[in-house]
T-cell receptor
Framework: DAMVIQNPRYQVTQFGKPVTLSCSQT?????MYWYQQKSSQAPKLLFH???????NEADTPDNFQSRRPNTSFCFLDIRSPGLGDAAMYLC??????????FGPGTRLTVT | AQSVTQPDIHITVSEGASLELRCNYS??????LFWYVQSPGQGLQLLLK??????LVQGIKGFEAEFKRSQSSFNLRKPSVHWSDAAEYFC????????????FGTGTQLKVEL
């Protein structure tokens, strides 16, 4: 089945220690997104790629970076995680005219 | 700027009862509208979407939604709720054009009583 895969599902990192979350897709969609979702809140868009074009939301902290080496993969790098960065991180994809399809998420804990 | 309002933060229904979750949107152009469901600790699953055409949209798991332009609404309905429908439901409006960015409502938490 075509899908969006996120690894790992659970990630524990230490305060200030860089961490990378990964997302892959078999849908061949040209748009990929990263969201942050905190408990009982709606997902908040951090950035998205339209093919190789990177689009950062205005309020996304500089601490968050992303890479998309090819169509299938996208990475979220958190350079110096703080306690406030503990959240669920969701990856999603879409085609130009379609809805977004989400992965299962990575739950990040910062100790 | 576009916005989505889900007026009900929590809803409790009995299993077998009908369900309607409310969603109102604000967007200057013809909206793309979506309903997603999220179970605890999981990602969001697309239930249904409206782009154009028939205003009554059928989705997965027996859900449907009706687009009413005059009321700026896109309410989600199900005639008979199952215990497994307990989850959080998000309505979203899509920005047309490159990127397909979504603006989400704050969500409605559905509890199903057996």
């Amino acid at each position: 089945d075509a899908m969006v895969i996120q690894n790992p599902r659970y990630q524990v990192t230490q305060f200030g220690k860089p961490v990378t979350l990964s997302c892959s897709q078999t849908l061949n969609h040209n748009v990929m997104y990263w969201y942050q979702q905190k408990s009982s809140q709606a997902p908040k868009l951090l950035f998205h790629y339209y093919d190789k074009d990177f689009n950062n939301e205005a309020d996304t902290p500089d601490n968050f970076q992303s890479r998309r080496p090819n169509t299938s993969f996208c990475f979220l790098d958190i350079r110096s995680p703080g306690l406030g960065d503990a959240a669920m991180y969701l990856c999603a994809t879409s085609s130009v005219a379609g809805g977004q399809y989400f992965g299962p998420g990575t739950r990040l804990t910062v100790t | 700027a576009q916005s989505v309002t889900q007026p009900d933060i929590h809803i409790t229904v009995s299993e077998g009862a009908s369900l309607e979750l409310r969603c109102n949107y604000s967007y200057g152009a013809t909206p793309y509208l979506f309903w997603y469901v999220q179970s605890p600790g999981q990602g969001l699953q697309l239930l249904l979407k409206y782009f154009s055409g028939d205003t009554l949209v059928q989705g997965i798991k027996g859900f449907e939604a009706e687009f009413k332009r005059s009321q700026s609404s896109f309410n989600l309905r199900k005639p008979s709720v199952h215990w497994s429908d307990a989850a959080e439901y998000f309505c979203a409006v899509g920005i047309t054009g490159g990127g397909n960015k979504l603006t989400f409502g704050t969500g409605t938490q559905l509890k199903v009583e057996l």
